[in-house]
């Protein structure tokens, strides 16, 4: 169990700073309230239309997931793949794919929901988060690469970039604990490390048992899951919106343009990737690095996200905010390191064919506009994946989830057989 006291005691001064900031928020936003209002009308359509639709259904199906024992069967497919590579247990490729397909916060939702279940310890958990606290691959492509910058290729880089820099982050926070050494993880179940057993045998097992252990019926799980969800969501869209108008406020109080640029990227990451993205650029790859470290970063508003679903754990802040800062500084370098690497593997002539034309909501002729990339086999397919909406999308990716398993069982048949041999 966790404690639920602070183990940081707050200094007097911290909070008369805090209280002042509240009051001095209240005096900007009655001295101009119809720009107060139209932020934060802004930030409730973003939430509404965008937020809440895209993330109700994984915070649903995520604890149902767990409650039935799907992660956990999926933690002993995936254990010895993910020791291997980010010293973590299985279950944490769970949360991995949670983040990066829904973006944040989804993935801390499912890290905190381990380190609740004890599935993983302390340490394991930030890494993890920081591993899982990604981008959505539609906001990346679509949004930023179409929408804003009106170049396709440049949102498939950002997207390519912010995965291998995530990576990356990893790699250098699991060498730094390497001089702190941590207990093994707290499996649930034995199960787990029954090397007498067939493998598929020990995933089964592994599912009951964890089904057995929660033990809800089908009709609570449902309204818990359903209560939780919408719990967590309320908590986001108020954060989105008291963000919105405190940008705005501050937007009025700091009108050049470096400040603006400034206060978007550091406190909201659409509105940073907006401005950056339809800002003219000298150089469109300065441009993209910066977009790269403004979404690796997330803004402050995410930053509080996770921090207030980081309560009732031992989570650190001060590790999810130094996983940030190496994320962006990664982004921001691997985007030179990668850049014509990535271009001349886009790159045919100067004509381009987008796929996107079709997907409703974008401006007629975006993707024309400064297009510099004519079709290629790998970049129709990545466009395409990000193109296809509803069912459609759903239908197209079972081969590719399927090939996917195929592979992970491969990997970690021979892992075990290395490992055996040891």
Known sequence: M????????????????????????????????????QASLQGLKVWWNIIFPALLPFLVLSEMLLAYGFVHGLGVLLDPLMRVLFRLPGVG???????????????????????KQQAITRREAERLLGLSHASSPIFMIAVVG?????KAEVGLIIAIVHWASAIVAMFIL??????????????????????????????????????RQDG?????????????????????????MIFSVIIQVLRIAIPQELGSFMLNGLLEVNLGAYTFGSAAFQSTLFQTALLGAVIAWSGASAHMQVHSLMKGTDLRYVR????????????????????????ALFYDSDAAVSVFETVPGLPAGAMHAGASLESSPLRDTLLSLAAYTGWSQSLVLIPWLGLLLICFITVSRVLRQISRRR
């Open 93 to 115: 490729g769970w949360a991995w794919s949670v983040g990066w397909t829904a973006g944040y916060p989804a993935g801390a939702e499912a890290v905190i929901r381990l380190r």
């Open 146 to 150: 179409v929408g804003f910058v009106q």
């Open 216 to 240: 809800r019926p089908f009709g609570k799980l449902l309204g818990d899951a359903v209560t939780s969800a919408v719990q967590t969501l309320m908590m986001i869209g108020g954060y989105i």
């Open 320 to 343: 999810f905010l130094a996983s940030r800062i190496v994320h962006a500084v990664a982004a921001f370098l691997l985007t030179y390191v990668l850049w014509w690497p990535l271009q």
């Open 174 to 211: 699991r060498s730094a604990d390497v001089f702190h050494p941590e207990p093994e993880s707290v499996s649930i179940s034995e199960l787990q490390r029954s090397k007498h057993l067939p493998f598929y045998r020990r995933m089964f097992d592994a599912m009951e048992l964890a089904h």
């Open 2 to 37: 966790f404690s639920s006291r602070s183990s940081v005691t707050q200094h007097p001064l911290f909070t008369l700073v805090m209280g002042g900031m509240a009051v001095l928020l209240v005096l900007c936003i009655v001295s101009y309230p119809d720009q107060a209002f």
